[in-house]
């Protein structure tokens, strides 16, 4: 089996394939050992992933049929079987998403059972691979959710579709301006034009590409443009000029057009696809129109994903994107300023207007002030919806008090919103944060939860106001809950207020392994009631106190732990710590720990550390150094809330973590939802392959207990196995403890 899995490692770097499918594609080797090769299409036939370069093709109508047979049958995993030659049989099953809609096909290409020739049943081999059909589902329901919108294309689309990705396929993170560029690009080179492009005026779009590869000068396609956007506003349909002489002679420039309107949610004409070819050229036919159709309702998918519907922002995916992009671009200017600002916006009290006067008047104020805000926005500023109430923006080149400026031109534009003119008056007011993009790892998310806490800062004070973020001045930001939670902190900081719990995490099969346990921080009060993490730990991360915290962990518990170090290393018990991202960020912080695990002479095997999916995967490389060094000196480490964060399984295999702890959430729900339960299987069965132990959290009853052992996971940790309790209570209790586990003699202690 192992031979089968590691045979072809080289697969994932197969430049015509999707190497993040890899995992799965393992999981249903290693679910179904009979297998010789996996192939992944998306729901249009195109192929997206294949083990070992198996790309079925001559039975590419087993794809066709599985997807025409999803679409009729409902069943969860839709499937056919076909025996494809003498000795294997392919086993084809449509991946449905949240609705009935296809996002893909999965083909197992397997042996025929030894000698008597015989194919496993269709049911059979739905019911051996199930967990991986959904672990597959979840990544490919990802996906659409972020941004794929060839599905939305329906099925007669997909010749198209197939041409626009054989394009793209090399464009890993294509971004949305690429995606505009291989519609131009399909135009030019599929339907052989001279020139393509692209015109929506209210989003600021207006591309174009000629064959040489270069833009046209804008100048010179003003009057086409203004002309054919005119004329599209009136006809609303696809128009084709072949006789140039007999068009109205200030239409049509000595050039054959196929042009296409772009249409947005409401079919409204926003912007036009327009071809052009000279007179030579052959006409454009009606096959040419129907493609340049589907390529303008291309370009519309992509604009409709990418901005709001209701305020014309963009959403939050399509602005994380594109600063992201230019946070990244070389500079072209050198002398421009590179510190960029960040505006948050939340309307004040919208929930009071929502009741008053109803959800649509609600809708119309936040378009209103969405207006506003972009209306007052300098040229080259991004602006989006962030969620509900919340809209955003990102001046490039502008420090603090230029964007200062900007924001209170918006706070006072928006008090003159009145979307009921006449009737009915009430004040809209908004606040405003603003706060710099800085230089972090991740510049974007930090300075939006800056900027929104500045705009927090500005509802505590009264509404209708801006307040800027600054780091030397934290007096501005500070929160009300926040600054009494965070008073009490770093005075339990100072004065070691708080305490450590530790809560078994046992073995669900025998009594093997050495006992576990992970250690939980609890606040101690004035009047030593315990506080916990639930209530502190969220300010400290946005006061930026979780690195303080951690310290005050790890050096606590390595001092706990060396104290007892002979009981602790005789039992060979393991102590996991949890720390967060801003650890992983504080590039002091390895160091810390290293020196805490000498001066406590504690055996570095003693300590575990508990990173989170989200943490990790947003600082991948600082977190692969960190757990390399500290792997190294023998502390382990696990995923904790692992199945939560956005990550894919693909990660997984740049991570050399020694557990993944499954989230509470899917284990939970384990016993009456069987796609969680599948999920946890799963897990459990890719954990293996990748030499991993899985633990499962929130084992809150005997029956999920017994259900985790049966799923395949390896430890359990909740109320079921044992609550929490102080951690110096449970060191003076260790050796009884061991007396219940099998123990093997390691000498983990160093020589003091
Ligand atoms: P976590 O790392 O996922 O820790 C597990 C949490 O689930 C703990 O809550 C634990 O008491 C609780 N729990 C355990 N078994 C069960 C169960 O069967 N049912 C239910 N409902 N809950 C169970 P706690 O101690 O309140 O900690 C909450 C979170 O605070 C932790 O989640 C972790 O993210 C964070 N945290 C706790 N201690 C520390 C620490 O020392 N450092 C850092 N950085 N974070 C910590
Ligand atoms: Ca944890
Ligand atoms: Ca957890």
Known sequence: MNAVLDANPAAAGRSATDASFEPYGR???????????????????????????????????????????????????????????????????????????????????????????????????????QPSLECLRREMTLRTRLGSRERDLSESERGLDLMLTMSSRNAVDASDADEFALILKAGIDHMGCALAALWVPDKNISLSLTRSGQPMAPEALNRARQHLTNWMQLQQRTLVINH???????????????????????????????????????????????????LAKKA??????????????????????????????????????????????????????????????????????????????????????????????????????????????????????????????FDVTVCLGVAPIGRSENPLPHALATAEIACKAAKDRGRNRVEVFQDSDQ???????????????????????????????????????????????????????????????????????????????????????????????SGMARFAINLSGQSLQDDTFLEYVTNELKTSHLAPEVLCFELTETATIGNIAKAQAFMHTLQDLGCQFALDDFGTGVSSLAYLKDLSVNYLKIDGSFVRDAIKNSRSESMIKAIAQLAKAMHMDTIAEYVETDELRVRMTELGVDYGQGFAMGKAQPLQELLKELDIFEASVDIRVDPLVRAT
Not at 50 to 57: A, E, Y
Not at 79 to 94: K, L, V
């Open 300 to 425: 519309a998918l992509i604009i409709q994903s990418q901005y709001d519907p209701n305020t014309g922002l963009m959403t939050r995916h399509a602005f994380e994107r594109q600063i992201g992009a230019l946070l990244v671009a070389p500079k072209s200017n050198v002398s421009a300023r590179d510190s960029h600002s960040i505006i948050y916006l939340d309307i004040d009290r919208l929930h009071v207007i929502n009741e008053t006067f109803g959800m649509h008047v609600g809708d119309q104020v936040i378009a209103c002030v969405a207006e506003c805000l972009a209306q007052n926005l300098p040229v080259g500023a991004l602006s989006a919806r962030i969620s509900g109430d919340r809209l955003a923006a990102m001046i490039p080149e502008s420090d603090l008090e230029a964007a200062a400026t900007v924001a209170e031109n918006v706070r006072a534009a928006a008090t003159k919103v009145n979307p009921r003119a006449g009737q009915g008056a």
């Open 244 to 294: 140039i002489a007999k068009v109205v002679s200030n239409v049509a420039a000595p050039y054959k057009i196929l042009a296409s309107p772009i249409r947005n949610r409401s079919e409204r004409v926003i912007g036009v696809y327009a071809l052009f070819n000279p007179p030579n050229a052959a006409d454009f036919d009606a096959h040419k129109a129907r493609i340049a159709e589907l």
């Open 27 to 129: 999981l249903l080797l290693l679910l179904m050992p009979s297998l010789r090769g996996v192939v992944v299409h998306d729901g249009f036939a195109n192929l997206v992933w294949t083990s070992d370069d198996w790309d079925l093709g001559e039975h590419a109508d087993i794809i066709r049929d599985s997807i025409a047979n999803a679409l009729s049958d409902v069943s969860e995993y839709p499937g056919i079987m076909r025996e494809i030659d003498a000795d294997s049989a392919a086993y084809s099953f449509a991946v449905r998403g949240e609705a009935t809609d296809v996002l893909g096909v999965v083909t197992l290409v397997a042996k025929l059972r030894g000698m008597r020739t015989e194919a496993f049943s269709l049911a059979y081999v739905r019911q051996l691979v």
């Open 475 to 569: 007096s501005i930001i500070r929160r009300h809950t926040d600054l009494l939670v965070i008073g009490k902190l770093r005075d339990a900081l100072e004065h070691d207020h708080f305490r450590l719990d530790a809560q078994p995490i046992l073995p669900l099969r025998g009594n093997y392994g050495r006992p576990r346990f992970e250690l939980l921080i609890r606040m101690l009060g004035d009047r030593g009631e315990i506080i916990p993490p639930s209530k502190f730990l969220s300010s400290a991360e946005r006061y930026q106190l979780m690195p303080t915290v951690d310290r005050w962990v790890v050096r606590h518990a390595c001092q706990l732990l060396g104290q007892h170090s002979v009981v602790v290393g």
